[in-house]
């Protein structure tokens, strides 16, 4: 069952993660992001799920969201077959998601840690990300570091990429 934000907020707390809180109306895409009053959209990560031509392997790409992903160049980085967005269907399965609520925090219902997460290398280190929390009505800010301490805790695999 996937996790709630309220589920999330408890996790994060339980591991001792520092995160400040933004309530908003339910937003899709980072166009809409930017519509929302006093949203700073710098700091905000744009995440994709992808799936190789197999769909043997999926991955969570994590991003500035003023970049864009450029799949041939990713999957020369990582070393994949042809990559693909995948399914709303296979979103759920892998990280508990929906679509519009897409977000590195999903690892915490990859249960089985089957999910790469690619990250662009330009995030690291920053000291504020902006991440929902598998839902798309808040906005969590976080820091890297803490972000990369919740993945490499439930064992996802975790690469950087440059985009």
């Keep these: 069952m996937p996790l709630t934000k309220e589920e999330v907020h408890a996790k994060l707390d339980g591991m001792g993660i520092k995160y400040e809180t933004t309530k908003h109306a339910p937003v899709y895409t980072i166009d809409e992001m930017k519509l929302i009053e006093g949203m700073n959209i710098e700091d905000v990560c744009k995440n994709l799920f992808l799936r190789?031509?197999?769909?043997?392997?999926?991955?969570?790409?994590?991003?500035?969201?003023?970049?864009?992903?450029?799949?041939?160049?990713?999957?020369?980085?990582?070393?994949?077959?042809?990559?693909?967005?995948?399914?709303?269907?296979?979103?759920?399965?892998?990280?508990?998601?929906?679509?519009?609520?897409?977000?590195?925090?999903?690892?915490?219902?990859?249960c089985a840690a089957n999910v790469e997460v690619l990250i662009d290398g330009d995030l690291r280190g920053r000291?504020?990300?902006?991440?929902?929390?598998?839902?798309?009505?808040?906005?969590?800010?976080?820091?890297?570091?803490?972000?990369?301490?919740?993945?490499?805790?439930r064992g996802n695999s975790l690469k950087f990429i440059k985009l």
């Design 52 to 110: 190789d031509e197999k769909g043997k392997r999926h991955f969570l790409v994590v991003l500035d969201e003023a970049k864009s992903a450029d799949l041939k160049s990713i999957r020369a980085q990582i070393g994949s077959t042809r990559l693909s967005f995948a399914s709303e269907e296979r979103l759920m399965d892998n990280l508990g998601l929906t679509k519009g609520a897409v977000t590195p925090l999903g690892v915490l219902n990859d």
């Design 127 to 153: 000291p504020r990300l902006g991440v929902h929390p598998c839902d798309n009505t808040e906005t969590l800010w976080l820091s890297y570091a803490d972000l990369e301490k919740i993945i490499k805790s």
